[in-house]
Structure formats: C-alpha cells, structure tokens
C-alpha cells in the first residue's frame, strides 16, 4: 500500500481476529473423517481477512463515504432513472414475512406474499395496457432475452421461421445483444432527422423474415416516436411483433400504455420506473408484460388467483420453461409493489413532472450546447458537446468528469452512439426545481471555464478521493483481486 | 505515415511482400483511431485466413475492432511480443506493431488492395 | 383527468410549474406531450385503488407478511437452493447504507471507489474461497450464472454440446436449457448412479462435440461429486468442466474446485449473507481460470492507479460488454446483483478465515447427526450411500408432501419432496440442515415423524 491509499480489507486483518459470533455445534462431538472423506477436506480454512468487528465497520463505512448516491445528490444519468427510493419500500421489503419467507415453502404458507404478486400484476397490466407478465427476469437484459424467446416459439408454433430481430441505431446495447442469445440476426435501422425510427426504412426490411421491432419508446434521444401508429401498421402488417423496451416508461405513466400503442410485449425496469434502489448496479427487476396471444408463452410458473386463494401454476405446456431459479427478485417486486400504492391513479403526475423537470433543464442548458434534435424532451434529453470540442479541445468526457468537482454525478455519456460526444441528461421527477437551477448553473459554468481554462477542464476532476484512473494498464494487465494466500 | 511500398486495405491493414510471404498490421491512421491498444487476439500459427474476412479482433479500452485479413494463406508467424505488449502496436504500427506473416496462396489477390495514394485519398489525409 | 395533488416524492409546486412552463415556453404540462398522437392517450384516470396513508399501507403489507410461514416462525428444514445461514447484524447495517444501495453502477470511478473497492475485495474473497484465478462482480442467480457458463464454455471450445448431470439443481437444468435452446447447442442429460454423477457414463457420453461437463458440487442431493476425476475425464476430450453450486459455504470445508481442476465455477451465492427473499434477489456467482477472462460475462473490476499514483479501482476489459461489442458481446447482461455481492463480501469477511470453516464445519455436522438421528425412525431410509454435506435425501414411508402438512403442526417445515423433478422418487425427501438449526429442532422434527409412523 502506497502512502495515501485507502487501505484494503486485507490489509486491516491480523491473524486471530474475527468480526462474528462463530456458531458452536450442540450435537454430539463424531470425528470430523467419519463424516465426509479427509480425501475431499480442505487443507485448512480459506485464507480469507481475520477483521474484528468495529474495523469491519469502519471499513465498510469508510468505504461508502467513498461514494456516490441518489441520498447524497443530483444523480442525473440519463436512461438510468436515478429518482428518490423510498424508504417505506424497504421497511416494506425487509418484513420477515417477506425476507424470511423460503422459496419452496408450500402455496398455503406463502398466501401473502402470492397476493401481493397478483396484487402487483394487476397493477402493473393497468398501467402498461397489457394482459398478464412474468415477474422472474431479474433485469432489463433479462426480459429483453425472455420476451424474445417467447416470440421463437410463437412463431415455431405457427411454423414461421422468422430470422431478424429489428433494432434502431439508437438502441440500447442489451437489445442487439439479448436478439443474439436467441439465435437472430441483427438488423439495424437508422434515425431519421427528428430523431425516430425511419419509418420508410423499416418499411423496407419489414419482411417475413421479420420476428420482432425492438422499439424504446420514448427512445434513447429522450423523444417519443411521432410515427409510433405508423410502425405498428408496418411492422403488424408483415406479420411480425413488436417489442418495448420499457426503459423510458416513467415518461408516460397514466399518459399513454404500451398496449394501447399496439406493442406486443414489454419488459419493465422496476429498479428505474418504480422507484426500486440501484444498489450500486444492481438487483433490479425486469417484468415481462404481453397482450394475450402470448400469454401461453410465459415462463413457469405463474401465479393463479381462485377466488381468495393464490397458487403457483407449473402446468402451462408452452411455456418457455424457467428463465432464473424460483420466482425472480420478489424482495425488488415488493418494494414496487409499495410505491405503486403510495401513489394510485396519481402514478400520472410522477410523468408530468419528469418532463417537465427534464424541459425546463434543456430550456436552461441550451444556449451553451448544440441540440441535435429540436424538440419538447420527455424525461431526458441529449445534448451534444460538440461545440466544445471543436472550439475549445475539451470534450463530453472532460467535462462529465469536471461535474464530479461541482459535487453532481455526470449524466450518461458517449450514448446514444447517434450523437457525438453525446450529454444525456435525465433529471426525474423527485428532483427540486432549486437542485436543477443548481446542476444548470454548474454545467453552464463549466462551458464557460472550456473557453476560458480549458485545462481545468481537461485534468478534472479535482476534488475526488482519487484522479483520474489508468485504465489503460488495468486493462492491458489486469488485476482482478488481491494477491491469494496458498492454503 | 502510410509508407509506398505496402498495400492496404479499405479496413485499414497493410501488407508488405516479403520473398513471396507477407507480412500484416494496421495502419497509422487505424491504430490512432482506436486510441491505447490494450489486447488482441490473433490465429495461431498453421491456421490460414481469408482475404477481407475477419483474422482477429483488436481491443483498446472503449473500442473493439474485427481485424481483415489483406490476403489469403496459411499463417506462418505470428508477432510473440503483441501479447504482453499490444502497446507496440500504437507504437510503431509499420515495425514492431507488425501481426502476422502470411504464406501466400494467391498472389493476384494483391491486385485487389489499394495503394499508399489510394489509402491516403480513402481517409481523406491531406498529407501528399 | 385528476387535479394535481402535493405528494412527498415530487418537489414541484403550482408556483415552480408555472415559472418553468413560461421558460420553456409551454402553455401547459399537456404541451409537452403533444408528440404523443392523441389515438394512443390514456383519457382515463388509471384504474388503480387510491393511495392509502403510510400507517396503513405499512398495517396492510404487515398483514400481507404475517400470512406466510416464514422461517422465523418455522423450523426450516428446506434447501434445495436456498439457504437458512445466519445473516450476522453488520451484513444489513453496512449493505444497507443509502450510500451503497441508492447509488448506481459504477460509470464515474473517482467518485465511485467505494462501490468498485468493495467490488473488488468481493472477486478476491470469492477466487480465495473457490480457488479460482478470476471472479466476475455478480450476475443474476445460481441457475443463470451456469446457463452463461454453458454459454461460455461453448464460445471457449467452438463446440455445441453440453452434458448436463442430472444430480444438478432441477431448476438449474431448466434454465441452462432455455437459454441454449436457440443457440444451435444440444444439452444432454446424464442420469445419477445413487446420487452421484458416474464416470463410466461421463467418459461414455464426450466426444469431441463436448463443450463441457457440468456437475453440481455438493450436488443437488447433498452429495459429493468427484471433482478432479471428472476433470480429468472432460480434459481428455476436450472439454471443460463446469462446476455449479448451490452453497460456497462448503468450500471453505471441502477442497474448492479451483484445486480440483474445475475450468468454470458457477453458482449462487445467496447462502452468503443474503436472506432467504422468496427466491430473490440472489447473487450469481462465476468465476474461471486466468486465460479464460476475456471470454467472461459481466462486469469485472480492476485495481489501477490515478496520475497522482495512488490505487483505485475501475470496471475494466468493459469491450466483452454489451454497450460496446453490441450483438457481439460475451452476454447481454447489464445489471447484475452488484448489492447482493456486497452482502456476499461483508459476510465473508465478517466470519473471516476461521468463522467461515466453522459455519461449514458446523452445518456438516448437524446434518449428519440429523441424518444418522432420521434414518433410524421406523420407515425412513436414506436414499443414497455416500456422504454428504449438509443436505441428504431420505426416502419415506409417507407422501414426502403429507409429511410436510403434518409437520406444520409442529411448526416445522419439512424438506422438499422430490417427486416434483425426479418421478422415480416420488419417496424421496431433500432435508437441509444449517447451522442455525438446533440440536432440539432436529430432535423435534424426529419426535414429530416418530409419531406419523
């Protein structure tokens, strides 16, 4: 350890220390060789830390002071929905009945927490305009794979053999990705100048080969797709499906449902939408929502509700089978399911007011960026740092990481890959109108200090615990954990 | 920066003749454009490419590249060093940065690949 | 359409609403919609019940909560994939910090090291305790993590097939085949010989088609497989040898398969300080050898140094990841369970060297003292001869389920019934028995089936 590192946990053990009660076996003392082949013992203990208690503590809280969090500020990552988590969805989660409760405990002993999911799948069918879900993705990526593996064997059923999976070029990485899990092939379709999806392409490769459109609405630009009636026409009129990647839902709750738009099938991030903590990058949970020709499709089981009893349904014989063990992050789905309540019917106003946090920052931001699109934003927009860059030599990464010294995480940077040193931003709606006059000052700030001292600018940041990293070397040379103790 | 004597191709490899063998890389421009190289992955001795089908893959930190064989052959040597040390490659993309030797299968296939003037003209460099 | 009505999430006020309306030059929120075509407008309130107060949406879940038979209030005799280790106070007070769980993945670094620290140690913690050279920062499950491995193993040998033991966790093999399905690969099942996975029939089955052997160990009949034997067979043809596991518990009693030849470890971590959920979150786990990194899915933190020289970390060899090689990418994984690993990482380091041998230790010996005590009620037999660790199967005078029903009397709840998944053992009973079982539930739950016979 160089002067000034924060230590390692591996650096504050000592041998002999311990911070647990160690349980004590209360069963009569047998040899330990009678009980399994010394062959398969291990030699002695892992080496892991020897840390007492009170440093594991200090080690841990330090540790989090070496953070960043939507508790401690603005958090304005853009498709990422960084918004408040509440705090009565954990007290929520964390009841024994809850987190105590095994996942094969028998349906009688596990009627609440099976209510809740149906409670929650109704819930979540009114607002996205859909039939029934599957809860067991355990993220966005998760559903994406899910839902098109049930579009395979939709199609298999009816003896199609549909090849292409369709994406926008402003797509997220996971949809390309999750098409080729499922054995599709990838067909990308460009933007067209107000930023959709171009309509008179898709129109040309919306074929019989065509499985399914996967679709962010509102897209990755932060806009809703103006020719969303249009592409429903298109691509439901070669036959094929389409498919929400529900990322940007929180825009349009109560305001407009996917099933309503014509979409197929959905999946929904509850760790953005519905308020569920990020937790440093994960869990989440990715639902699974369909319109009801794809019902007999969803993995097993489902939950059936018959009058005031809940049972856990395997026998569906064209399900997709199992995605994840048991039944997905039901501890995520209980804290969704806890804010959908504490708001009801008035779920609309958390849209109305993300856009209109999101407008309000463009409206201040635009005079020292370039806009690619000239639009009214949803819950996000995307700026471009191209101005700087040209004029100034400072780029979009420079001046993310310039943010960092004014005390806010940066927004999402260098995506979509459509825009050039792209800047987006996504305020929410738990966002004060003072913190975003704040975060617009501090960015207007630092376009300015690109022309007047690019340099600060370009070294930033400066306030952090530590500077900028080498990551050219960490990857050329990997270290991927602390050096290993033989045992 | 694009020497005369190699050839190139529109993906940015250059191949130099060497006793009917020939040596590949990438160009200048292509080793600036992905920045600090920080891996890449190349066939093994013995194995054989195909002309402007992909040979490798070339990674720098937050980008990845396939890697298109100028010609087709069977690989007779391939650059020890890269491995420990992609940075060579950034380096001295004409020299020690050098990928693989390739016996040759069929020389007209170096009809197909551009000149240093034509190379030139592709990425738009304005240097003569 | 609803007024708009103050609410404790949402700071804006009437007179912030119409300040930044005339900024942005809208007349109305409405406005700002106006790209939505009015055919797809929701022109109805939702149809969802109103917000009740806090005291009785928290009085509502508590009742909600209270209807199931939590393992709190029964003795939890069931595994099978989830496990009732106790979860010491500091795993929740430090994972549950706001400064960690309302953060998101680590983009910025410098103002991230805790999040990447902590990630760090817990890839080392985990190579420590599976021997292994390298551990991803987490993914979604036991059952997904070894469906990527498959994947992976099939990327690392260019070859389509999977033999897949049927001594691996059901709902694991469920999973791997899903994910498989449409990927040209073929996933074979190799029956269980008395619990174990065979090595006549493994040598049988490869060919130069095996991408890899996957078995579960300790297995998911609480067996023990023999690791480096089957190592070695797949090595000889070819292949890799996937091991999963259900709970890296054993491991710090059990030689890891790290020193067993194993190519890819995968499995669950939840075992690992993370409460049992109803199945989830859990934490997957997956961890390989040295020459296999860029071939990993996930997210994998490195140590680096800043241009000051001090030490930090970052996510790195991010090119394997979906938001740059796109449809080329290792997996399309993004969010991962990052929250769960850091409970994972609190927890072994909170048991450290020696608690963590003795959590194993103990449990191997609850279990076999519960099994020894079990076998000699009049009926009840165990189903397999060879040791376990702290799980075994039994094979019962009484449908596995109207022992359970009976149990819950008692307040116990029994073990899985096995005819589920294995209809040739529809006898068969899967008991678990942890360290937090005690030596008088144990003489309970017997007492309990002594009186059923």
Same mark, same amino acid.
Request: charged share 20%; hydrophobic share 40%.
């Given at each position: 350890?160089?002067?000034?590192?924060?230590? @390692?946990?591996?650096?504050?053990?000592?041998?002999?220390?311990?911070?647990?009660?160690?349980?004590?076996?209360?069963?009569?003392?047998?040899?330990?060789?009678?009980?399994?082949?010394?062959?398969?013992?291990?030699?002695?203990?892992?080496?892991?830390?020897?840390?007492?208690?009170?440093?594991?503590?200090?080690?841990?809280?330090?540790?989090?002071?070496?953070? #960043?969090?939507?508790?401690?500020?603005?958090?304005?990552?853009?498709? $990422?929905?960084?918004?408040?988590?509440?705090?009565?969805?954990?007290?929520?989660?964390?009841?024994?009945?809850?987190?105590?409760?095994?996942? #094969?405990?028998?349906?009688?002993?596990?009627? &609440?927490?099976?209510?809740?999911?149906?409670?929650? +799948?109704?819930? @979540?069918?009114?607002?996205?305009?859909?039939?029934?879900?599957?809860?067991?993705?355990?993220?966005?990526?998760?559903? +994406?794979?899910?839902?098109?593996?049930?579009?395979?064997?939709?199609?298999?059923?009816? &003896?199609?053999?549909?090849?292409?999976?369709?994406?926008?070029?402003?797509?997220?990485?996971?949809?390309?990705?999750?098409?080729?899990? $499922?054995?599709?092939?990838?067909?990308?379709?460009?933007?067209?100048?107000?930023?959709?999806?171009?309509?008179?392409?898709?129109?040309?490769?919306?074929?019989?080969?065509?499985?399914?459109?996967?679709?962010?609405?509102?897209?990755?630009?932060?806009?809703?797709?103006?020719?969303?009636?249009?592409?429903?026409?298109?691509?439901?009129?070669?036959?094929?499906?389409?498919?929400?990647?529900?990322?940007? !839902?929180?825009?349009?709750?109560?305001?407009?449902?996917?099933?309503?738009?014509?979409?197929?099938?959905?999946?929904?991030?509850?760790?953005?939408?519905?308020?569920?903590?990020?937790?440093?990058? &994960?869990?989440?949970?990715?639902?699974?929502?369909?319109?009801?020709?794809?019902?007999? #499709?969803? =993995?097993?089981?489902?939950?059936?509700? +018959?009058?005031?009893?809940?049972?856990?349904?395997?026998?569906?014989?064209?399900?997709?089978?199992?995605?994840?063990?048991?039944?997905?992050? !039901?501890?995520?789905?209980?804290?969704?399911?806890?804010?959908?309540?504490?708001?009801?019917?008035?779920?609309?106003?958390?849209?109305?007011?993300?856009?209109?946090?999101?407008?309000?920052?463009?409206?201040?931001?635009? =005079?020292?960026?370039? @806009?690619?699109?000239?639009?009214? $934003?949803?819950?996000?927009?995307?700026?471009?740092?191209?101005?700087?860059?040209?004029?100034?030599?400072?780029?979009?990464?420079?001046?993310?990481?310039?943010?960092?010294?004014?005390?806010?995480?940066?927004?999402?940077?260098?995506?979509?890959?459509?825009?050039?040193?792209?800047?987006?931003?996504? =305020?929410?709606?738990?966002?004060?109108?003072?913190?975003?006059?704040? !975060?617009?000052?501090?960015?207007?700030?630092?376009?300015?200090? $690109?022309?007047?001292? =690019?340099?600060?600018?370009?070294?930033?940041?400066?306030?952090?615990?530590?500077?900028? @990293?080498?990551?050219?070397?960490?990857?050329?040379?990997?270290?991927?954990?602390?050096?290993?103790?033989? #045992? | 920066?694009?020497?005369?004597?190699?050839?190139?191709?529109?993906?940015?490899?250059?191949?130099?003749?060497?006793?009917?063998?020939?040596?590949?890389?990438?160009?200048?421009?292509?080793?600036?454009?992905?920045?600090?190289?920080?891996?890449?992955?190349?066939?093994?001795?013995?194995?054989?490419?195909?002309?402007?089908?992909?040979?490798?893959?070339?990674?720098?930190?937050?980008?990845?590249?396939?890697?298109?064989?100028?010609?087709?052959?069977?690989?007779?040597?391939?650059?020890?060093?890269?491995?420990?040390?992609?940075?060579?490659?950034?380096? %001295?993309?004409?020299? %020690?940065?050098?990928?693989?030797?390739?016996?040759?299968?069929?020389?007209?296939?170096?009809?197909?690949?551009?000149?240093? %003037?034509?190379?030139?003209?592709?990425?738009?460099?304005?240097?003569? | 359409?609803?007024?708009?009505?103050?609410?404790?999430?949402?700071?804006?006020?009437?007179?912030?609403?119409?300040?930044?309306?005339?900024?942005?030059?809208?007349?109305?929120?409405?406005?700002?919609?106006?790209?939505?075509?009015?055919?797809? /407008?929701?022109?109805?309130?939702?149809?969802?019940?109103?917000?009740?107060?806090?005291?009785?949406?928290?009085?509502?879940?508590?009742?909600?909560?209270?209807?199931?038979?939590?393992?709190?209030?029964?003795?939890?005799?069931? *595994?099978? *994939?989830?496990?009732?280790?106790?979860?010491?106070?500091?795993?929740?007070?430090?994972?549950?910090?706001?400064?960690?769980?309302?953060?998101?993945?680590?983009?910025?670094?410098?103002?991230?090291?805790?999040?990447?620290?902590?990630?760090?140690?817990?890839?080392?913690?985990?190579?420590?305790?599976?021997?292994?050279?390298?551990?991803?920062?987490?993914?979604?499950?036991?059952?997904?993590?070894?469906?990527?491995?498959?994947?992976?193993?099939?990327?690392?040998? /260019?070859?389509?097939?999977?033999?897949?033991?049927?001594?691996?966790?059901?709902?694991?093999?469920?999973?791997?085949?899903?994910?498989?399905?449409?990927?040209?690969?073929?996933?074979?099942?190799?029956?269980?010989?008395?619990?174990?996975?065979?090595?006549?029939?493994?040598?049988?089955?490869?060919?130069?088609?095996?991408?890899?052997?996957?078995?579960?160990?300790?297995?998911?009949? *609480?067996?023990?497989?023999?690791?480096?034997?089957?190592?070695?067979?797949?090595?000889?043809?070819?292949?890799?040898?996937?091991?999963?596991?259900?709970?890296?518990?054993?491991?710090?009693?059990?030689?890891?398969?790290?020193?067993?030849?194993?190519?890819?470890?995968?499995?669950?971590?939840?075992?690992?300080?993370?409460?049992?959920?109803?199945? *989830?979150?859990?934490?997957?786990?997956?961890?390989?050898?040295?020459?296999?990194?860029?071939?990993?899915?996930?997210?994998?933190?490195?140590?680096?140094?800043?241009?000051?020289?001090?030490?930090?970390?970052?996510?790195?060899?991010?090119?394997?990841?979906?938001?740059?090689?796109?449809?080329?990418?290792?997996?399309?994984?993004?969010?991962?369970?990052?929250?769960?690993?850091?409970?994972?990482?609190?927890?072994?380091?909170?048991?450290?060297?020696?608690?963590?041998?003795?959590?194993?230790?103990?449990?191997?010996?609850?279990?076999?003292?519960?099994?020894?005590?079990?076998?000699?009620?009049?009926?009840?037999?165990?189903?397999?001869?060879?040791?376990?660790?702290?799980?075994?199967?039994? /094979?019962?005078?009484?449908?596995?389920?109207?022992?359970?029903?009976?149990?819950?009397?008692?307040?116990?709840?029994?073990?899985?019934?096995?005819?589920?998944?294995?209809?040739?053992?529809?006898?068969?009973?899967?008991?678990?028995?942890?360290?937090?079982?005690?030596?008088?539930?144990?003489?309970?739950?017997?007492?309990?089936?002594?009186?059923?016979?």
């Amino acid at each position: 350890m160089a002067q000034g590192d924060f230590p @390692l946990l591996v650096e504050r053990s000592a041998p002999g220390r311990i911070g647990a009660a160690v349980p004590q076996s209360d069963v009569p003392e047998v040899p330990l060789e009678q009980i399994l082949p010394s062959a398969q013992l291990r030699g002695g203990p892992p080496p892991l830390p020897e840390v007492s208690e009170p440093d594991l503590v200090r080690h841990y809280t330090q540790l989090s002071q070496r953070n #960043y969090a939507v508790d401690i500020g603005f958090y304005p990552l853009g498709s $990422c929905t960084m918004k408040y988590n509440p705090k009565i969805n954990e007290d929520a989660a964390r009841l024994p009945g809850f987190a105590r409760l095994h996942p #094969y405990a028998p349906d009688a002993l596990a009627q &609440g927490a099976l209510r809740l999911l149906s409670e929650l +799948e109704t819930a @979540l069918a009114e607002i996205s305009g859909m039939d029934g879900m599957t809860f067991q993705p355990a993220a966005g990526a998760h559903g +994406e794979l899910t839902a098109l593996l049930m579009i395979r064997t939709y199609f298999a059923d009816r &003896g199609e053999a549909r090849t292409r999976v369709i994406v926008p070029d402003s797509a997220h990485g996971t949809n390309p990705a999750s098409a080729r899990m $499922c054995g599709y092939d990838v067909v990308q379709v460009r933007s067209d100048a107000r930023g959709n999806i171009d309509a008179d392409v898709l129109r040309q490769v919306a074929d019989e080969r065509a499985a399914a459109l996967m679709l962010t609405n509102p897209n990755t630009l932060g806009l809703f797709e103006e020719r969303i009636t249009e592409v429903e026409e298109i691509m439901h009129g070669c036959g094929a499906q389409i498919y929400l990647d529900g990322a940007n !839902f929180n825009a349009v709750l109560g305001i407009t449902r996917p099933g309503d738009q014509g979409f197929d099938v959905m999946h929904m991030n509850l760790h953005k939408t519905f308020s569920t903590p990020h937790g440093g990058g &994960g869990p989440g949970a990715g639902p699974v929502a369909v319109k009801s020709h794809l019902l007999p #499709y969803l =993995p097993v089981p489902v939950v059936v509700r +018959e009058g005031e009893r809940f049972r856990l349904d395997y026998d569906r014989p064209q399900s997709i089978g199992k995605i994840r063990s048991f039944y997905g992050n !039901f501890g995520v789905l209980v804290r969704a399911y806890t804010y959908i309540r504490t708001f009801g019917p008035l779920l609309r106003q958390i849209a109305e007011a993300a856009v209109l946090n999101a407008n309000y920052l463009l409206a201040l931001l635009r =005079p020292a960026f370039d @806009l690619p699109y000239d639009r009214h $934003c949803m819950h996000e927009f995307v700026l471009a740092g191209t101005r700087q860059q040209r004029e100034h030599g400072v780029t979009t990464r420079d001046m993310a990481k310039r943010l960092l010294d004014y005390g806010y995480h940066a927004p999402t940077i260098y995506f979509p890959l459509i825009v050039e040193e792209a800047m987006m931003i996504e =305020p929410t709606e738990t966002e004060s109108r003072e913190t975003i006059e704040a !975060f617009a000052r501090g960015l207007l700030a630092i376009a300015e200090e $690109c022309r007047t001292n =690019p340099d600060v600018v370009r070294s930033a940041p400066h306030t952090t615990v530590v500077s900028r @990293l080498d990551e050219v070397t960490a990857a050329r040379r990997p270290d991927l954990h602390w050096p290993i103790a033989d #045992y | 920066m694009y020497p005369e004597h190699l050839h190139y191709t529109r993906e940015h490899e250059w191949a130099r003749i060497e006793n009917g063998r020939v040596r590949v890389g990438i160009t200048q421009f292509a080793a600036e454009r992905l920045s600090d190289v920080v891996f890449i992955e190349l066939p093994a001795p013995g194995s054989t490419v195909k002309q402007l089908q992909p040979f490798g893959v070339i990674e720098s930190v937050k980008a990845v590249s396939d890697l298109y064989a100028p010609v087709s052959g069977t690989v007779a040597e391939v650059n020890p060093v890269l491995a420990e040390r992609p940075e060579l490659i950034n380096k %001295d993309p004409y020299g %020690d940065g050098w990928m693989l030797v390739v016996e040759l299968s069929n020389p007209a296939e170096l009809q197909e690949l551009m000149s240093a %003037d034509e190379y030139r003209r592709l990425i738009g460099d304005g240097e003569a | 359409m609803t007024a708009w009505v103050p609410h404790k999430y949402i700071p804006l006020t009437p007179q912030d609403r119409e300040h930044m309306l005339r900024v942005i030059g809208a007349a109305s929120v409405d406005d700002l919609f106006a790209d939505i075509p009015r055919s797809v /407008r929701l022109l109805r309130d939702l149809h969802l019940p109103p917000a009740p107060s806090d005291a009785e949406l928290l009085r509502e879940l508590g009742e909600m909560s209270a209807r199931n038979g939590d393992a709190d209030r029964y003795a939890c005799f069931l *595994g099978a *994939g989830a496990y009732d280790h106790f979860i010491p106070s500091v795993v929740w007070h430090l994972s549950g910090r706001a400064e960690f769980y309302t953060a998101y993945t680590p983009y910025q670094a410098e103002m991230m090291q805790g999040e990447l620290q902590a990630a760090y140690e817990y890839q080392s913690m985990l190579c420590t305790l599976t021997g292994m050279d390298v551990a991803n920062a987490s993914m979604y499950d036991g059952a997904s993590a070894t469906a990527e491995a498959t994947v992976m193993a099939r990327d690392l040998t /260019r070859r389509d097939q999977i033999l897949l033991s049927a001594a691996v966790h059901p709902e694991y093999r469920q999973v791997v085949r899903t994910y498989t399905r449409h990927l040209g690969m073929e996933v074979v099942d190799l029956a269980h010989r008395d619990g174990t996975t065979p090595l006549d029939r493994v040598s049988d089955s490869l060919s130069e088609r095996t991408a890899a052997l996957v078995v579960q160990h300790p297995n998911f009949f *609480g067996g023990l497989e023999e690791v480096q034997a089957l190592a070695a067979a797949a090595h000889a043809a070819g292949a890799l040898l996937i091991v999963s596991v259900a709970d890296p518990v054993a491991y710090a009693l059990l030689k890891p398969p790290g020193a067993l030849d194993a190519d890819i470890v995968a499995g669950e971590g939840q075992p690992l300080g993370n409460p049992l959920n109803y199945g *989830g979150p859990y934490l997957g786990m997956l961890a390989t050898r040295q020459a296999f990194v860029r071939r990993v899915p996930g997210r994998l933190v490195g140590r680096a140094v800043d241009m000051q020289g001090r030490r930090g970390f970052v996510l790195t060899l991010q090119t394997r990841e979906q938001h740059i090689r796109r449809e080329k990418a290792t997996s399309n994984i993004c969010t991962n369970e990052a929250l769960n690993a850091l409970a994972a990482a609190i927890y072994m380091a909170a048991l450290g060297r020696r608690g963590m041998r003795q959590v194993a230790e103990v449990c191997a010996r609850k279990a076999h003292y519960a099994r020894e005590r079990l076998r000699r009620i009049r009926g009840f037999e165990v189903a397999f001869p060879g040791p376990t660790f702290h799980e075994f199967v039994l /094979r019962c005078p009484l449908p596995p389920e109207e022992i359970n029903r009976r149990l819950l009397d008692a307040e116990i709840l029994g073990g899985l019934p096995l005819g589920r998944f294995y209809p040739e053992l529809a006898d068969g009973w899967l008991v678990c028995v942890t360290e937090s079982r005690t030596r008088q539930d144990i003489d309970r739950l017997a007492a309990a089936l002594e009186e059923m016979v």
